[in-house]
């Protein structure tokens, strides 16, 4: 019988992974002390990880407190990823054009088992915009990306990302009950498209649409997101044509949709 990969996990490898990935927007520096808490682990064990990591410029250490903080090479590696990206090539142009004639700030996010993150985005040209989402992660239930991706998955892969445990309420309007979910979901197919009315952060609103590939797979999908104040009703029926329109346009170019779809 064929070993699962897991079984051929190296144990340093995966802790030194593992501290890469508690750094945090909320919390970009971290001691010693508070991974070895985190994580569980001997501080002498975490300490000799970032030192390793250090050297390979993976971390760098700050001068006056002795915290740690992502180093330069993370970027040098995720730019790497990103130039690799088709959807991100093949999305970029439409981004940057529907961004201008909306003035909103528009993403493309990806689905991460039952998270998005967002890999691309242009910002807002208004003077009051939501904080940037670009490399941010979001729980899909919430995040209108995430809703507008996770409504064509199979009912039996929404069953094991969504049933397996509690939905995370963000907040008060967050849909945390996963049949409730599914059916809303199954609208969000029936009109092409999902918004999320400040389901994961108070007085923002978000439109999207999702992104097909040659597969006809969905692979994305495209997100406007604005304050709710100036995402209102009205808006929200005026925004959502063109939402649609450039997510077309992106699985056009992706070979997913024919330009007369």
Not at 100 to 111: C, F, P, V
Not at 141 to 159: P, V, Y
Not at 201 to 221: C, E, L
Request: hydrophobic letters at 45%; a neutral charge.
């Amino acid at each position: 019988m064929k070993k699962a990969k897991s079984d051929y996990l190296i144990q340093s490898v995966s802790r030194a992974l593992d501290i890469l990935e508690t750094f945090s927007p909320k919390e970009g520096t971290l001691g010693v002390t508070e991974l070895a808490r985190k994580l569980r682990l001997h501080k002498n064990n975490v300490f000799r990880l970032l030192a390793t990591l250090e050297t390979r410029g993976y971390v760098e250490q700050e001068g006056d407190s002795g915290a740690y903080r992502l180093g330069p090479k993370i970027y040098e590696v995720a730019l790497v990823f990103l130039r690799h990206l088709e959807i991100r090539r093949q999305a970029r142009p439409v981004l940057e054009s529907t961004a201008a004639q909306l003035h909103e700030s528009l993403y493309l996010a990806q689905r991460d088992r039952a998270s998005v993150i967002y890999v691309d985005g242009v910002e807002t040209d208004q003077p009051i915009r939501v904080a940037p989402r670009l490399g941010a992660r979001l729980p899909a239930h919430a995040a209108a990306a995430g809703k507008a991706i996770t409504a064509f998955l199979s009912r039996e892969l929404f069953e094991e990302l969504f049933m397996a445990q509690p939905l995370a309420a963000l907040t008060a309007k967050t849909l945390t009950d996963p049949e409730a979910l599914f059916s809303h979901l199954g609208q969000v197919v029936d009109v092409g498209y999902a918004l999320s009315d400040e389901e994961e952060t108070p007085g923002v609103r978000s439109v999207a649409a999702p992104i097909w590939d040659s597969n006809k797979q969905v692979v994305g999908a495209i997100e406007c997101v604005a304050p709710a104040f100036r995402m209102e009703r009205d808006r929200i029926q005026a925004l959502v044509p063109q939402v649609k329109a450039a997510a077309q346009e992106i699985s056009v170019r992706m070979g997913g949709l024919s330009s007369a779809t």
